[in-house]
Nanobody
């Protein structure tokens, strides 16, 4: 049984901040690279940020660099996405995901992730 549960979404004004959390249900959580994706209405699901199992290496989409920070607490089986300086264009359903792939490259496509949460809505008003 594997489960990912996101929380922390909500409504925020432009320029504000939110922190999303994703709790994993398995004790081997620290072994899996994690990613955050988002999907706006009518658009494809897009990669936002990724983090390797050690937590020491991260990767961000150009659209969020300098504003978002991904981190993980393996002791709590939780990955976070700190979102600052939010813009209306950040409005989307945000999903956390885990991959069992072991390659050294970054996985930027949704089909490369086998485990997904149900998503949490983030709405940024102007």
């Amino acid at each position: 049984q594997v489960q990912l549960v996101e929380s922390g979404g909500g409504l925020v004004q432009a320029g504000g901040s939110l922190r999303l959390s994703c709790a994993a249900s398995w004790r081997t959580f620290s072994s899996y690279p994690m990613g955050w994706f988002r999907q706006a209405p009518g658009k494809d699901r897009e990669f936002v940020a990724g983090i390797r199992w050690s937590g020491g290496s991260t990767y961000y989409a150009d659209s969020v660099k300098g504003r978002f920070t991904i981190s993980r607490d393996n002791a709590k089986n939780t990955v976070y996405l700190q979102m600052n300086s939010l813009k209306p264009e950040d409005t989307a359903v945000y999903y956390c995901a885990a991959t069992t792939r072991s390659g050294s490259r970054w996985y930027l496509k949704d089909y490369e992730y086998g485990y997904w949460g149900q998503g949490t809505q983030v709405t940024v008003s102007s």
